[in-house]
C-alpha cells in the first residue's frame, strides 16, 4: 500500500525559508509523477512544483518559480520542496501526492495517492 508522509512544516517569519520532505513507500516509483500542493483555507488545493522519479525535468507555478525548488532522492525514494522568501500568502497545507505516469500532471483530480500534510505558517 503506497504511503506518503510529509514532515518539514512549522512557523516561519516572512522571508524565511523551510524544507519540506515526503518519504514515499509501499510501491515502486519509477514510472511515478509526485507533486507538492498546497491548500489554505476557504480556498482549492493548488499545486505547487512537480518532478518525475526519472530524468531532471521539474515544473512548477508561477508564484513558486525562483523561490521554490523541488528535489528527488531516489535512494530515500523521498521528495523535497525547498522553500526560500516565503511570504505571508504562502500560509498553507501542504500535500504531497503522486500521479500514477512519470508524466506531468498539475491538477488534483489526476492524483491518486495522498500525504495527510504538514501545516506552514508564515508570520508577517
Known amino acids: 500500500q503506497v504511503q506518503l508522509v510529509e514532515s518539514g512544516g512549522g512557523l516561519v517569519q516572512a522571508g524565511g525559508s523551510l524544507r519540506l520532505s515526503c518519504a514515499a513507500s509501499?510501491?515502486?516509483?519509477?514510472?511515478?509523477?509526485m507533486g507538492w500542493f498546497r491548500q489554505a483555507p476557504g480556498k482549492e488545493r493548488e499545486f505547487v512544483a512537480g518532478m518525475s522519479w526519472i530524468g531532471s525535468s521539474t515544473y512548477s507555478t508561477d508564484f513558486a518559480k525562483g523561490r521554490f525548488t523541488i528535489s528527488r532522492d531516489n535512494a530515500k525514494n523521498t521528495v523535497h520542496l525547498q522553500m526560500n522568501n516565503l511570504k505571508f500568502e504562502d500560509t498553507a497545507v501542504y500535500y504531497c501526492?503522486?500521479?500514477?505516469?512519470?508524466?506531468?500532471?498539475?491538477?488534483?483530480?489526476?492524483?491518486?495517492?495522498w500525504g495527510q500534510g504538514t501545516q506552514v505558517t508564515v508570520s508577517s
Open positions: 501526492a503522486a500521479h500514477r505516469s512519470r508524466y506531468a500532471a498539475m491538477t488534483a483530480a489526476d492524483y491518486v495517492y
Open positions: 509501499g510501491g515502486s516509483f519509477s514510472n511515478y509523477f
